[in-house]
């Protein structure tokens, strides 16, 4: 017999709330979002229609967190954790001494303390290459201990309709048996590229921004960058491309000859590579428009990490930050993610009877 409960997610590390967008999208309730950065809040109470809470989740208790659900909701806790501690540049570099490792036990206490139905966790795939600090496999074994079935593997986004080439951990974990992502919606063959997601935006020149859409806006270029997209090719790079005179020596050197993508444009025909927090620069990556000189605009790095076309990032062109906004988008779990996950969820509490349907 089924149990006829609400579905209800609480999501730690909530950012801007592309996690709870996709899950709301999919038919799971979010009733509160908790992040330590005051500065997502407008954007994800205004999109997600519920409650922000500004809080570090090492002060936050199990009992505090249940208290957020209705009393015979199903639980589910979702969360992703930052990612910056746990990429290859930064963990060599503060392996000993950045404090955001012990965000993923703090997750597991949580889970521990709150005792969820389903948990989902997202992050940067190179969790699983730590040998000497594996928090990842510490994650999953206190997850297992706690009755847990997990599953893990690593998604590649267009593969789910996101039109980046964006690669992510995720692992979902259920009390109740098995459970696992749904199979890929897309195929190589009908990918979503640049041109499906952006292309038909209205065309804005460098600095500017569009007169129905102030997030459409670009980064300005300095004169000896706008001579470096102009001569910048879709999918090419600096290395051949680029007059001598426009070369940067750092990118010359040695360790500079690998970076061969920055200043360069994205291709119409493929999916974007993955939007990062400098996303909307082009001595970042391959950020520049495929056919305008500039960068692309903040609508666009949106857009590309799937978020609706209207999705609010601040309520008028006075209170736009153009670099805290970047980050945002480049931090931010895709929404069309978060609703796979969402789905995934759901299908499995369905499986085994379990839930509201």
């Not at 706690?146 to 992510?168: A, E, F, H, M, T």
């Not at 005179?245 to 061969?260: D, F, I, P, R, V």
């Not at 980050?327 to 839930?355: C, M, Q, R, T």
């Amino acid at each position: 017999m089924a149990i006829e409960e609400k579905i209800s997610a609480v999501d730690i590390f909530c950012g801007i709330g592309g996690l709870s967008y996709g899950l709301e999208k999919a038919g799971i309730d979010i009733t509160a979002g908790i992040d330590i950065d005051e500065s997502c809040r407008y954007t994800f109470e205004t999109n997600c229609n519920t409650k922000f809470i500004n809080k570090d989740i090492q002060e936050i208790s199990g009992n505090e967190l249940n208290s957020l659900y209705g009393k015979n909701d199903t639980k589910i806790l979702v969360g992703c954790a930052p990612c910056q501690p746990f990429s290859s540049y930064t963990y060599k570099k503060d392996k000993d001494k950045d404090d955001r490792w012990q965000l993923l036990y703090e997750f597991a206490r949580l889970i521990r303390e709150s005792e969820p139905v389903v948990v989902s966790m997202e992050n940067v795939p190179t969790l699983l290459k730590f040998k000497e600090a594996p928090v990842f496999f510490d994650f999953v074994d206190s997850l297992k201990e706690l009755g847990y079935n997990v599953w893990y593997n690593i998604i590649y986004s267009p593969d789910y309709g996101i039109p980046q080439k964006r690669k992510r951990l995720v692992l979902l974990a259920s009390k109740l048996g098995e459970i696992k992502i749904i199979p890929p919606t897309h195929t190589p063959e009908n990918y979503i590229t640049v041109k499906d997601a952006i292309g038909h935006l209205e065309k804005i020149n460098s600095g500017e921004y569009a007169e129905n859409d102030f997030i459409h806006k670009s980064s300005e270029l300095s004169d000896k960058n706008m001579e470096r997209i102009k001569q910048s090719v879709p999918g090419g790079s600096w290395k051949k491309d680029w007059d001598d005179e426009l070369k940067l020596a750092c990118h010359t050197s040695e360790k500079g000859k690998t970076y061969g993508s920055v200043y360069g444009r994205m291709k119409w025909d493929e999916p974007s590579p993955t939007m990062t927090t400098f996303c909307t620069g082009i001595g970042n990556g391959r950020f520049g428009h495929p056919e305008q000189d500039r960068a692309i605009s903040l609508r666009e790095a949106a857009i590309l990490q799937s978020f609706p076309e209207d999705y609010k990032f601040a309520d008028n062109i006075e209170e736009l930050k153009f670099g805290k906004i970047s980050k945002h988008i480049g931090n931010a779990v895709p929404p069309k993610l978060g609703e796979i996950i969402g789905k995934s969820i759901i299908e499995h509490l369905e499986e085994y009877n379990y839930g509201k349907k």
